[in-house]
């Protein structure tokens, strides 16, 4: 029997997930999956990337942040790769969701323990370890948890759409080529793109034309 292809998340429907569990009462483990739904979406993360990203990875400035994973799967220089993702002020912006999972973490800035991390339950409350990270499997799962109330079918997606959504966007498909090969971290036959340097403005209009 053929493997049915998963569908990427539109837009409107990562919207409504953020707009559900983006709130004052969220939960660790519902801001720790918004960081990998929305910075994922954004980023066009896959999720082996967002498991290896320590705090010390992780840059935010007035406008935006920006992500450095040391190794990515078409990493084709092998020198990592830096993803910059632009503050939208919005209920799905990736960069305020950072900011919470941070403090909720409670760690130096310097820090080299992960961003994602295990949850520890107590008889007085819930705390995220201080350095012990979580699985795969944990975030598929909680993936299907979230996710599956805002889709039709929820066996249509997975880890995944994130990605795929996040290049099917319809901001990002019309951005500028190279900008989105250097966001994305795609391979290009052209190593131009090595020696002409872009600015940290241009580099935020990608994730600003997302709408996200």
């Avoid at 998340?9 to 004052?24: H, M, P, S």
């Avoid at 350095?131 to 948890?145: A, H, P, V």
């Avoid at 079918?153 to 900008?179: F, I």
Wanted: overall charge positive.
């Amino acid at each position: 029997m053929p493997v049915r292809p998963k569908q990427p998340l539109d837009l409107e429907t990562v919207v409504r997930v953020a707009q559900y569990y983006n709130t004052a009462l969220a939960s660790l483990a519902d801001i720790r999956f918004l960081f990998v739904f929305l910075v994922g979406y954004a980023g066009l993360f896959r999720i082996s990337e967002l498991l290896s990203v320590k705090i010390i990875d992780i840059t935010i400035v007035h406008d935006g942040m920006s992500i450095f994973v040391s190794k990515r799967k078409n990493d084709q220089f092998r020198e990592g790769h830096t993803s910059i993702i632009a503050r939208s002020g919005k209920v799905s912006c990736p960069v305020s969701i950072t900011e919470r999972l941070l403090v909720l973490l409670a760690s130096p800035k310097k820090s080299c323990s992960p961003v994602l991390r295990r949850i520890v339950r107590t008889k007085n409350g819930a705390y995220f370890h201080k350095s012990l990270g979580i699985s795969y499997s944990t975030i598929r799962d909680e993936f299907k948890k979230y996710v599956s109330p805002f889709v039709n079918d929820p066996s249509d997606y997975c880890l995944h759409s994130l990605k795929s959504g996040g290049a099917s966007n319809d901001g990002y498909k019309l951005s500028d080529p190279e900008l989105k090969d250097r966001h994305a971290g795609w391979k290009n036959p052209c190593t131009k793109r090595r020696y002409i340097k872009r600015s940290h403005s241009e580099m935020l209009e990608v994730t600003r034309s997302m709408g996200i």
